[in-house]
C-alpha cells in the first residue's frame, strides 16, 4: 500500500534553514504530482507547495514563496522541502501528500499523507 | 485567492444523531466546462493525517461509511454525518481544488453531547 514517510524536522533558531523529506512507496512514483501541507500546533491545515509528476511545474505558497523550495527525486523516489529564513510562523507538522491520480495536476485533493514531520523554530 | 469559511467552528451531537457542517467559498468552485466542484472534504482525528472522506462534492471516497455525505455547489457546501458514532469525533475540514493556492476551511471540531 503507499507510504509516505517524512523526515528532517527538529528544533531550529530563527534565520535558519532545513529541509525536510518525503520517501515514498507503494505507488509509481514518477507518475504523481505531490504536495505539502503544514499544520501549526492547535490549528488548521495549510497547502504549501505542489511539484508535478516531472518537478518541471511548481507552485507554492505565497507565505513561503522565495523561501522554500519543493522539488523531488524520482530516481529515490523522494520529495523535498527545503526551508530558508525560517521564523516562528513557519512551526509545524509538515505532512507531504499524494495526488489520487497521475491524471491531475496542481488543482487536486490528497488521497493519501504521510504522518508529519514536526518543525519547531525557537532561539 | 479563495479563501474557505467553515460553520460552526465546533458542535456537539448525540449519537445516532444528525451532524451538519457548513463550508463557504468566496468565489464559486464549479468549472462550467466539466460542471464538477472542486471541492474535498477530510476527517482528522487527534494526532493523525488527514483523510479524505469526500472529493467532487459528493463522491464518497472508497471504503467511506455511507453515513457520510456531501452536498451543494457552487459557493456553498455541507457534510452531513446522518448518524453519529462515537468513531467520527474529529476535526473536519473543507478544501477547494478550483485554484491554486489550494486552500482549507479553518476545521469544524465534532463531539459527542
Known amino acids: 500500500q503507499v507510504q509516505l514517510v517524512e523526515s528532517g524536522g527538529g528544533v531550529v533558531q530563527p534565520g535558519t534553514s532545513l529541509r525536510l523529506s518525503c520517501a515514498a512507496s507503494?505507488?509509481?512514483?514518477?507518475?504523481?504530482?505531490l504536495h505539502w501541507v503544514r499544520q501549526a500546533p492547535g490549528k488548521g491545515l495549510e497547502w504549501v507547495a505542489f511539484?508535478?509528476?516531472?518537478?518541471?511545474?511548481?507552485y507554492h505558497a505565497d507565505s513561503v514563496k522565495d523561501r522554500f523550495t519543493i522539488s523531488r527525486d524520482n530516481s529515490k523516489n523522494t520529495l523535498y522541502l527545503q526551508m530558508n529564513s525560517l521564523s516562528a510562523e513557519d512551526a509545524a507538522v509538515y505532512y507531504c501528500?499524494?495526488?489520487?491520480?497521475?491524471?491531475?495536476?496542481?488543482?487536486?485533493?490528497?488521497?493519501?499523507w504521510g504522518q508529519g514531520t514536526l518543525v519547531t523554530v525557537s532561539s | 485567492d479563495i479563501v474557505m469559511t467553515q460553520s460552526p467552528d465546533s458542535l456537539a451531537v448525540s449519537l445516532g444523531e444528525r451532524a451538519t457542517i457548513n463550508c463557504k467559498s468566496s468565489?464559486?468552485?464549479?468549472?462550467?466546462?466539466?460542471?464538477?466542484?472542486?471541492l474535498a472534504w477530510y476527517q482528522q482525528k487527534p494526532g493523525q493525517p488527514p483523510k479524505v472522506l469526500i472529493y467532487?462534492?459528493?463522491t464518497r471516497e472508497f471504503g467511506v461509511p455511507d453515513r457520510f455525505s456531501g452536498s451543494g455547489s457552487g459557493t456553498d457546501f455541507t457534510l452531513t454525518i446522518s448518524s453519529l458514532q462515537a468513531e467520527d469525533v474529529a476535526v473536519y475540514y473543507c478544501?477547494?481544488?478550483?485554484?491554486?493556492?489550494?486552500?482549507f476551511g479553518g476545521g469544524t471540531k465534532v463531539e459527542i453531547k
Open positions: 501528500a499524494k495526488n489520487p491520480s497521475p491524471d491531475y495536476g496542481g488543482n487536486s485533493y490528497f488521497d493519501d
Open positions: 507503494g505507488f509509481t512514483f514518477s507518475n504523481y504530482g
Open positions: 511539484i508535478s509528476y516531472h518537478g518541471n511545474n511548481k
Open positions: 468565489q464559486s468552485v464549479l468549472y462550467s466546462s466539466n460542471n464538477k466542484n472542486y
Open positions: 467532487w462534492a459528493s
Open positions: 478544501q477547494q481544488y478550483y485554484t491554486t493556492p489550494l486552500a
